[in-house]
């Protein structure tokens, strides 16, 4: 008997179905950003980097033109499993001629993107960039008092709206576009309503244009704080939560976004209980939100629980969003997402109506007992029979580190 078929029947022996696991794991999409690629550069500004966020870590072979990015994104994806949809920044237009302010930014300039998308029969996601820009002015964008500068991000936000549509349109895959803005004050405000109260009313503007809602999802992504924007956010947890219902938009919650003792994966549930669809950017915090590379961690493996035991998988738009510049920039590709996967089989393979039966009786003992008892399952051997099954194995370093001989280290 194989390794496979030995897990199987353990499995089995707790009512857990591995084939049906492997089989709901092999269609959830998972939503890969572009950024991790070139440390959140683009190719539409020589600003530096802003907004709060940082990467560290000068690792070389970064790519710095579209078609390196473009030919470190097929490396990649080759050697992660599941359905992959790319995820892109506004910045990451490509011009050909003239370039485009980002005000005036159009589908043409992310041709390439879509025949490259197409050619692999992929979707695309979309994010507006507000950030690494010079009309971000004293850190702030939607929520400006500068009329001249809020009106410039309104139009990018509205402009993204239109490339998101051609996105969906192209592709055949609907397009989930992200708003996040890094507003906020590095020191205690005088007035925490009024940037608030211009947020709101620049979102109002950029959502009042026409778009098809079948094709494209608008998602609001909420923050505690960023580097140098320590006291004050614009677009906190309860303004975005707040804004999203009302609108009727979706929520978007990243795992860094919150203080350290705050858990997203109890956050699912209440927000699947009040939306159609909620949205995730998977990342992992160190002490912050430093965005490394995501791992086989607790956290991860509970939010990937409360999507699978919610039967949730096709309500929550799951996306990755983290950037280390320290390490190989294929492999933390290739490891963050694999451990999205990773989580999800891992949920898929645990005991959950069992799990929740014991709950309900009062039966406690019990569950710690079986929640700790299913830890130590051959869980190894189906994640190799998932990977197989794709053409892919446990080990993808070696192949790594000859596209870091043969193509990185050459640039
Ligand atoms: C920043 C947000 C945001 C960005 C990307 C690049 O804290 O997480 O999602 O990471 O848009
Ligand atoms: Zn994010």
Excluded at 148 to 153: G, S
Excluded at 286 to 307: F, P, Y
Aim: include cysteine; charged fraction near 25%.
């Amino acid at each position: 008997m194989s390794r496979y078929e030995t897990a199987k029947d353990i499995y089995a022996g707790y009512g857990v179905d591995t084939e049906k696991a492997i089989e709901i794991l092999k269609n959830v999409t998972v939503s890969i950003h572009c950024w991790q690629g070139d440390d959140v550069t683009g190719f539409d500004s020589k600003e530096a980097l802003s907004g709060g966020i940082q990467t560290t870590g000068n690792y070389p072979g970064k790519a710095t033109t579209p078609a390196q990015l473009m030919a470190d994104i097929d490396k990649a994806f080759s050697l992660i499993p599941g359905k992959k949809k790319l995820n892109l920044h506004a910045c990451y237009a490509i011009f050909e001629g003239e370039p485009a302010g980002r005000d005036e930014i159009k589908p043409e300039h992310f041709k390439k993107w879509v025949e490259f998308a197409k050619a692999r029969d992929m979707g695309i996601d979309f994010n507006p960039t507000f950030f690494s820009h010079p009309m971000v002015k004293d850190n702030l964008t939607l929520s400006s008092p500068d009329d001249e500068v809020r009106n410039y991000w309104i139009r990018h936000g509205q402009a993204c709206i239109r490339i998101g549509e051609y996105f969906a349109e192209e592709t055949g895959y609907p397009c989930v576009i992200n708003y996040w803005i890094p507003d906020g004050y590095k020191d205690i405000p005088a007035d925490r309503l009024s940037p608030r109260r211009r947020f709101k009313e620049s979102m109002d503007k950029i959502l009042s244009i026409d778009y098809d809602k079948s094709k494209v999802y608008i998602t609001l992504e909420s923050k505690v704080f960023g580097i140098g924007l320590e006291s004050y956010t614009v677009g906190s947890s309860e303004f975005c939560l707040s804004y999203a219902t009302k609108k009727g938009i979706t929520p978007l919650m990243d795992n860094g976004h919150y203080h350290p003792t705050e858990l997203v994966s109890d956050k699912i549930p209440s927000l699947l209980l009040f939306n159609e669809k909620i949205a995730l950017h998977i990342t992992r915090g160190v002490r912050w939100d430093s965005d490394h590379v995501v791992i086989l961690d607790d956290e991860t493996k509970e939010i990937a629980k409360e999507i699978v035991r919610n039967d949730a998988l096709d309500r929550v738009f799951i996306a990755t969003d983290y950037f280390d510049a320290s390490i190989n920039r294929i492999s933390a590709w290739v490891t963050g997402v694999r451990c999205v996967h990773k989580a999800l089989l891992f949920a898929l393979l645990q005991p959950n109506d069992k799990m929740k039966e014991l709950q309900d009786s009062a039966d406690t003992t019990s569950l710690m007992a079986l929640s700790e008892e299913i830890k130590t399952a051959p869980f190894g051997d189906i994640w190799n029979e998932y990977l197989t099954r794709q053409g892919l194995s446990n080990s993808y370093i070696d192949d790594i580190k000859e596209y870091e001989k043969t193509v990185l280290s050459l640039r």
